[in-house]
């Protein structure tokens, strides 16, 4: 794998040559960035929402999943600032369906479509927040441009592109309280961010380096319900008596402490402008760290030692504090240094055409994680070390490489009715999962399995996947007030080289064709009328066809091969009526996916990837953004959605069909108001609602407020900036304001808050 890195920057290298020594010219002009136009129609025919980093000022953002938190129908679970499993969930698709979203930035795809669930979080950190000038945001996939891992929808974060010299750096504090069962602390970090960008000639050149450091709130609270025999020990202090989310009773006894990450991420891009052919190439690389090591053990005998492993005396009632799957209070640690490499060329084409081709190229240099066998006060840690019963987890070979090439006229044929864009799709990923027992104390792996000791389940497991992609859209307006767009996406796709432990699984190769259609009525100057519909096909991902991973304590993973590829019909009717400086939007849309690939659990503790039969989607958006709201400062982007995903058909268990789908609020809203006290000061205030739902298939999970649930939320944030000078400016906010106490299965984060300072030279 190192040849292909060392490959990798090579093309890079000979890119960034290539621009340096290219003759630049001597005066500036604002240039039209070509791929901008590549594609309007992805834009027409899918509803979509975008907001611009001017607007983004007016809340706290630490990392770029902030920019999207007050989106329509969308979610990020940012369980802390820093967390690497932020994953996405937009309309009927859940956060824990994270191969359902694409998410991009500068055409470079940031989304993790090796894994899923809450492993294929997008590389959110391989972006910097002061790197952003707008995010949007296309729902669904209507458009032939993207694959059916759009069926939730599609993310593009756009970065600023150098037209002068800018200095800017940025540093900012946050602190967050946690008061929850027998933990009360405050936790805090910082981030600083600090850039060089230039346009020099036709030359474009930026740098970057930014880094987070943060110790986030304890993730895993520790519950056991009544145990059996005679308790070992009596507890004098720290049982905290309460319920589970199946609403069972029981004692919380421990919580997994705060979660320390740290990451350092290095970025450059190159930008270059000949006469009619635009090059662009950038490089990033992410060092980031994260340790769980001061476990939180409530439980004290009247010595005020703490009881580990042990059945304990709470009020007469034995608990069992051992044997329950989440009471091994293991510590942990993960180091990760990933590699992202991209390359795009645009060029205006004789006759009306554009193009525009991209290479990139991610790879993890490295990423293990280790977790002990016990915490180290246990009675038992030693002994559990001595047999291995700690665990070592590495990616290897680990990666992807994506090639896009697109062209697109606006007349076509001479016709300035007919509008054609067609391309040509790659990508190839590799997944190499390898897991070992291991001695935490010694270092030491168990070397009597080369590919994990059989005897626990812990085998290392992979593969490969690959899709070959033609698509086109065609557009006609068939008069001045109605227009015509229609779709077609041809996908060949192939798995191959799957292992799990020493056995090999077939190949495997699918092929599939996604039709698009859509149609808009200008009824007046100001409103707009659109109805779409698209087929779109999401092929299993190589987590779900080949990685098996036993989690210990009865708690395992099981991949299948023979998955079929999620096969979606999608409905919206948009209406779009202007108003002055802004907007209101509706759309109206339902959807029907078979053979959804969801990890079904077992009553052992086992869970697999078996495909739920049907989930059938429908909800209503509204959407009201306005400018300077009756002639004043004001500001308002607000909107409401309301969406019902039902279980329609599950051959497996038919007990789930009519039962809400896991993880799917019925109501979502979001609020941001921001207002201009004056040249040198604005304030801003935010607000994102959530109605609760349910984490289980079968909808089990009564229990609120409690760790495991899916709780409603009411978020409220505030900020105020002070333009100190031209250069200089100061900021401070507060989100989770009332600190509102929810679980997305973990808890969210209690009241934080920001300060920070920006300074910039030039423009």
Excluded at 414 to 442: K, T
Aim: proline fraction near 3%; charge should be negative; include cysteine.
């Amino acid at each position: 794998m190192l040849g292909h890195v060392f490959s990798r920057l090579s093309q890079c290298l000979v890119i960034a040559l290539t621009v340096n020594f290219a003759p630049m010219a001597v005066a500036l002009e604002e240039v039209t960035v070509i791929a901008d136009q590549v594609f309007k129609d992805t834009s027409l025919v899918s509803p979509s929402s975008s907001i611009s980093a001017e607007q983004l000022e007016a809340i706290s953002i630490t990392t770029v999943e902030d920019a999207l938190a007050h989106e329509p129908s969308l979610i990020v679970r940012k369980r802390f600032i820093g967390d690497p499993n932020g994953v996405i969930g937009m309309r009927g698709s859940n956060m824990f369906q994270t191969t359902r979203s694409m998410v991009f930035v500068d055409g470079m795809p940031l989304h993790y479509h090796l894994q899923t669930r809450y492993r294929g979080a997008p590389r959110w950190s391989l972006v910097s927040p002061g790197e952003i000038d707008n995010v949007e945001v296309i729902y669904g996939a209507f458009s032939a441009e993207y694959s059916g891992n759009a069926m939730g929808g599609v993310v593009n974060m756009n970065t600023r592109r150098p037209d002068s010299e800018r200095i800017s750096f940025e540093t900012g504090y946050f602190a967050q309280e946690y008061q929850q069962q027998d933990t009360n602390e405050t936790y805090g970090g910082y981030r600083t961010y600090g850039s060089y960008e230039n346009k020099i000639g036709n030359l474009g050149v930026f740098a970057s380096y930014t880094r987070l450091d943060n110790e986030g709130q304890p993730q895993t609270q520790l519950f056991t319900k009544s145990g059996s025999g005679t308790a070992s020990a009596s507890v004098s202090s720290g049982a905290v008596l309460g319920v589970n989310e199946a609403s069972e009773a029981g004692i919380y006894f421990a919580d997994s402490g705060p979660e320390s990450s740290k990451t350092d991420l290095f970025k450059a891009k190159l930008f270059y402008d000949l006469d009619r052919v635009q090059l662009r190439g950038s490089i990033a690389y992410e060092d980031r760290t994260r340790v769980e090591d001061q476990q939180n053990n409530f439980l004290r005998d009247s010595a005020g030692n703490p009881i580990f492993d042990r059945r304990v005396d709470v009020d007469g009632q034995v608990y069992d504090t051992f044997s329950y799957g989440r009471s091994r209070m293991q510590q942990r640690s993960q180091e990760r240094d990933s590699l992202l490499i991209g390359a795009g060329v645009s060029a205006e084409l004789n006759n009306g055409w554009i193009s525009d081709a991209f290479y990139s190229y991610f790879n993890i240099l490295d990423d293990v994680e280790i977790r002990s066998g016990n915490h180290p006060l246990a009675d038992s840690y030693i002994a559990d070390n001595e047999a291995y019963k700690a665990r070592i987890t590495e990616y290897d070979n680990t990666g992807w490489q994506i090639f896009d090439i697109k062209f697109a006229t606006e007349s076509w044929l001479g016709n300035d009715r007919q509008r054609l864009s067609v391309g040509l799709h790659y990508d190839d990923y590799e997944l190499n999962y390898i897991v070992d027992d291991y001695n935490s104390i010694a270092g030491l792996r168990d070397a009597d399995e080369t590919d994990g000791n059989a005897a626990t389940g812990r085998a290392d497991s992979g593969g490969k996947a690959s899709t070959s992609a033609l698509f086109l859209q065609y557009g006609y307006g068939l008069s001045d007030h109605w227009d015509l767009s229609l779709g077609l996406r041809y996908e060949d796709w192939q798995a191959e080289d799957g292992f799990v432990g020493a056995n090999p699984t077939a190949e495997r190769a699918e092929t599939g064709w996604s039709p698009k259609f859509s149609l808009a009525w200008e009824a007046s100057d100001s409103l707009n009328l659109r109805y779409s519909l698209a087929r779109a096909l999401r092929f299993p991902v190589i987590e779900e066809l080949y990685v098996n991973d036993n989690q210990g304590a009865g708690a395992a993973v099981i991949s299948d091969p023979s998955l079929k590829p999620e096969d979606g019909v999608f409905h919206n009717l948009s209406f779009v009526q202007a108003i002055d400086n802004g907007s209101v939007r509706v759309n109206l849309f339902y959807e029907v996916i078979d053979d959804v690939i969801f990890n079904q659990r077992a009553t052992n503790g086992t869970s697999t990837f078996l495909p739920v039969g049907e989930v059938t989607t429908s909800g209503t958006e509204f959407i009201w953004e306005q400018r300077e709201i009756f002639a004043s400062a004001l500001d308002i982007r607000f909107n409401l959605s309301h969406v019902k995903a039902e279980i329609t058909d599950n051959v497996f268990n038919p007990s789930f069909e009519g039962k809400q789908f896991p993880r799917s609020p019925r109501w979502r809203s979001n609020l941001i108001l921001s207002y201009k006290l004056s040249p040198q000061w604005d304030m801003g205030t935010s607000v994102r609602y959530a109605s609760n739902s349910f984490g289980e298939l079968d909808n089990s999970d009564t229990g609120s407020n409690v760790f495991g649930a899916q709780d409603s939320f009411v978020f409220v944030g505030a900020k105020l900036n002070w333009q100190l000078s031209s250069a200089l400016k100061l900021s401070t906010g507060v989100d989770n304001l009332f600190t509102e106490e929810a679980y997305v299965f973990h808890p969210w984060p209690g009241r934080t808050y920001h300060v920070q300072a920006k300074y910039q030279l030039g423009q």
